[in-house]
């Protein structure tokens, strides 16, 4: 019986897959569980169509991501931070990735997730420095930080 997999199975199938598998085991588990439906003509144009519009979503969100990279690598979006310090440039705090995040949302509109960037350790100098921010999988940008002394 062939059956379209709505969740991922181990050692049968993943979700979306279309697969051929016992009658018996296909209407007793996999059906009745709602792990599985079966594969009609209608059901599998619905994956095709559902497919499809996954695909498209992928495709435009990526594009948003390259765009927004552009953007953020442009040497115009520099966001401009200031913290209390010593006398030989150490801050006395940090800069961490939330106030990276606020700062880049009030100085250049752009709102990012404070978890994507991928801050190792906080600021604890004044200077400029690249943070990796991570967009979409496989795209990565830098921003530029640069950390002045809070007068």
């Not at 106030?99 to 991928?118: A, S, W, Y």
Request: aromatic share 4%.
């Amino acid at each position: 019986m062939k059956v379209i997999f709505t969740q991922d199975v181990a050692g049968k199938g993943r979700r979306g897959e279309v697969k051929n598998v016992a009658a018996g085991y296909a209407e007793n588990f996999l059906i009745r569980t709602g792990k599985a439906r079966r594969a009609t003509k209608s059901t599998v144009s619905k994956l095709r169509a559902q497919k499809h519009a996954e695909n498209r979503d992928e495709a435009e969100a990526k594009k948003a991501a390259e765009d927004l990279k552009a953007k953020l690598e442009s040497g115009k979006c520099v966001v401009v931070l200031s913290a209390k310090c010593g006398k030989d440039g150490r801050l006395f705090g940090s800069v961490t990735s939330k106030q990276i995040v606020q700062g880049m949302k009030k100085q250049h509109g752009i709102t990012l997730n404070k978890r994507k960037l991928d801050l190792k350790d906080p600021i604890r100098s004044l200077g400029y420095m690249n943070v990796p921010v991570k967009l979409h999988k496989g795209i990565t940008a830098q921003v530029r930080v640069h950390v002045t002394e809070k007068k």
